[in-house]
């Protein structure tokens, strides 16, 4: 049971918006620590894809972005590729269990 | 671009202690800006974070790990160690050893290969 829960798939045809959600509590993104994302390839390390709720490190296409409100964040990809399909994590820091990852999405492009 | 090369047994036995180096290249080693942590994700879960270390040798671990862990550092090398005691069949991971990006905000920039630990008799 991960401490940040995000929905273990969602799916979406190319050229099309999903969202994945991640949802914390008062301990985590309730108490304002920022919200990172990471992709993850199959076979492949993660890789960081926005770090500061919504920032998109040099070579990450604007098709992704994250938000932040009270206890949850979300990353939208719009545009979806094929390339897109991978599995996506959420990370913050949990004032009682230090550093804190959702339990993963599983994206898949129709 | 700072990377990273984990290295160790591939085959630990139950109650035994997992032993894990992470070598560093890239010139950012004793970069002030960057821990250097460990990561471990079992074969179709999710990502645990298990500690970090700064160049200065001060370590934080993850609570739920009870004191089994150690991580060490030797800046001569631009190296990194992890140590797991009383390691049972639930430490079988693929084990990534990451760049703690540490500043205005603090996130894990650069990761490893990772490497597989099988804990079995």
């Known amino acids: 049971q991960s401490v940040l829960t995000q929905p273990p798939s969602v799916s979406g045809a190319p050229g099309q918006r999903v969202t994945i959600s991640c949802t914390g509590s008062?301990?985590?993104?309730?108490?304002?620590?920022?919200v990172h994302w990471y992709q993850q390839l199959p076979g492949t390390a993660p890789k960081v894809l926005i770090y500061g709720d919504n920032i998109r490190p040099s070579g990450v296409p604007d098709r992704f972005s994250g938000s932040k409100s009270g206890t949850s964040a979300s990353l939208a990809i719009s545009g979806l590729q094929v390339e897109d399909e991978a599995d996506y994590y959420c990370q913050s820091y949990d004032s009682r269990l230090s550093w804190v990852f959702g339990g993963g999405t599983r994206l898949t492009v129709l | 671009q700072v990377q990273l090369q984990e290295s160790g047994p591939g085959l630990v036995k139950p109650s035994q202690t997992l032993s894990l180096t992470c070598t560093v290249s890239?010139?950012?080693?004793?970069?002030?800006?960057?821990?250097w942590s460990w990561i471990r994700q079992p074969a179709g879960e999710g990502l645990e974070w298990i500690g970090r270390?700064?160049?200065?040798?001060?370590?934080n671990y993850n609570p739920s790990l009870k004191g089994r862990v150690t991580i060490s550092v030797d800046r001569s090398k631009n190296q990194f160690y992890l140590r797991l005691s009383s390691v049972t069949a639930a430490d079988t991971a693929v084990y990534y050893c990451?760049?703690?990006?540490?500043?205005?905000?603090?996130?894990?920039?650069?990761w490893g290969q990772g490497t597989l630990v099988t804990v079995s008799s």
């Open positions: 270390i700064y160049t200065s040798g001060s370590t």
């Open positions: 008062s301990s985590n993104i309730g108490a304002n620590y920022d």
């Open positions: 890239g010139g950012s080693f004793s970069s002030s800006t960057y821990y």
């Open positions: 990451v760049a703690m990006y540490s500043n205005t905000w603090t996130y894990f920039h650069y």
